[in-house]
């Protein structure tokens, strides 16, 4: 089914997609918000004062902004946090409803923007997920013979007929999604949805990313995940307050991503210009990714088990014992580990221009359970401040038979003594 939405909200229903048509089309498409400098909590208040809501800032949250996506392809949305890329996905889920342009969808949505958004807390599981599969586009049919594939992907079969009320926000939103994947959707809108749930159900979510981009299915995904831009992504498209900065492969994209959210950092922490990174850098980090025994890029590694991180460097002029940087952060920020070549007293002799590095760090894996992002840099000789590039990219999900304590499960012995 092909829909055109636009300015004025309305969808003009055409047929069924041709093979060679745009899945997706974005024509100069603008969204705008008011937002009233005084805000009402009552009618008594309103009452009262009738004037006060006549001011308002304006937030232009996506701006002229085009792009053409081919069906089959797997699309990717990056940017800093108010950069338009949520709000570019509710317009094309018509959540919202576009100021100016055009939008062209053809082909059946199933949007991964908001999980669970319909499921009713006092209905039991199996309820809830009939319901939604209706609400999502399936028959009553097809939503009953689906339901026992929701729940088993869900692992939730010995929680059928409890209310979702009562359920965990991992159980819920592991239904939700379950029951989302389930549709025979054309198009996937994804917005962030793998930065919820533990580390098993984010597993499953790449593997049924897979899965999906292996039948040949539209996707769109916004997230802060560069590694995952690369690995799934086929063209990503990079925004700054609104606005496309750039469309192009997943490396570049993430290249520029990286660039612009490290000097925005630095400058946030009151850094001078100077110690920014180049727009040209001497060394230029062309990948970093966690390795798996074999030497191919690994998404999960067991806690107890020896884990490889595989950093490689390019270098544009000659370089003299540049410093090799690497640093491991979890979901919350925190550096949890980092080490370079410097503290441990590792020479790196001359590099010439044009000349590769490979660098690889190897340690026992006693993480706690949970998701870990990697960041690679490398910098001139010194005290590391002159950095020449930095590139925040690849995650990897640790695995572990136990909750995690702490930042890390430290191998270890209890004993308790009788006086």
């Not at 100021?99 to 958004?117: A, M, T, Y």
């Not at 939700?176 to 159900?201: H, S």
């Not at 925004?239 to 750039?246: D, F, M, Q, S, T």
Request: proline share 5%; charged share 25%.
């Amino acid at each position: 089914m092909s829909a055109i939405l636009s300015a004025k909200g309305h969808a003009d229903r055409a047929p069924s997609p041709e093979s060679k048509s745009p899945a997706v089309t974005v024509i100069h498409v603008s969204k705008t918000f008011r937002l009233p400098h005084q805000r009402y909590q009552t009618l008594k208040e309103r009452a009262l004062h009738p004037w006060r809501s006549r001011t308002f800032d304006v937030l232009r949250a996506v701006q002229d902004v085009s792009i053409e996506i081919p069906a089959g392809e797997f699309f990717g949305i990056v940017g800093r946090n108010g950069s338009g890329k949520s709000t570019l996905l509710k317009c094309l889920a018509g959540i919202y409803d576009i100021d100016e342009g055009e939008l062209k969808i053809n082909g059946r949505l199933s949007p991964f923007i908001e999980l669970g958004v319909g499921f009713n807390p006092d209905l039991t599981a199996r309820d809830n997920v009939i319901i939604n599969g209706i609400m999502l586009g399936l028959s009553r049919k097809e939503a009953a013979e689906r339901f026992d594939d929701v729940i088993a992907f869900a692992e939730l079969e010995e929680f059928v007929d409890l209310k979702l009320k009562n359920y965990s926000s991992g159980m819920y939103v592991r239904l939700a999604f379950a029951t989302a994947v389930q549709v025979d959707a054309d198009i996937f809108l994804i917005d962030e949805v793998l930065a919820v749930g533990d580390a098993n159900f984010q597993q499953k979510c790449f593997d049924e990313l897979t899965r999906l981009q292996r039948a040949g299915r539209t996707m769109l995904f916004v997230t802060h995940d560069m590694g995952a831009i690369e690995r799934f992504c086929d063209r990503a498209m990079l925004l700054e307050r609104g606005r496309v900065v750039a469309v192009d492969d997943p490396a570049s994209i993430a290249r520029q991503y990286n660039q612009r959210n490290f000097r925005r950092t630095r400058q946030e922490l009151g850094v001078a210009d100077s110690e920014l990174p180049p727009e040209n850098p001497a060394a230029e980090v062309h990948d970093a990714v966690f390795e798996s025994p074999t030497g191919e890029v690994a998404i999960t590694s067991t806690q107890g088990e020896p884990c490889t991180v595989r950093m490689d460097v390019h270098f544009t002029e000659d370089v003299d014992d540049p410093i090799f940087a690497i640093a491991l952060a979890n979901e919350s920020g925190q550096a949890v580990f980092s080490t370079n070549t410097d503290a441990q007293r590792i020479p790196t002799g001359h590099f010439a221009a044009g000349e590769d590095a490979s660098v690889r760090l190897r340690f026992d894996n006693w993480l706690s359970p949970g998701r870990y992002q990697l960041i690679a840099s490398v910098a001139r000789a010194g005290f590391g401040a002159d950095l020449f590039d930095a590139h925040m990219s690849n995650s990897i999900i640790v695995l572990a038979d136990k909750p995690g304590g702490g930042l890390a499960d430290l191998p270890h012995t209890l004993r308790i003594e009788r006086g």
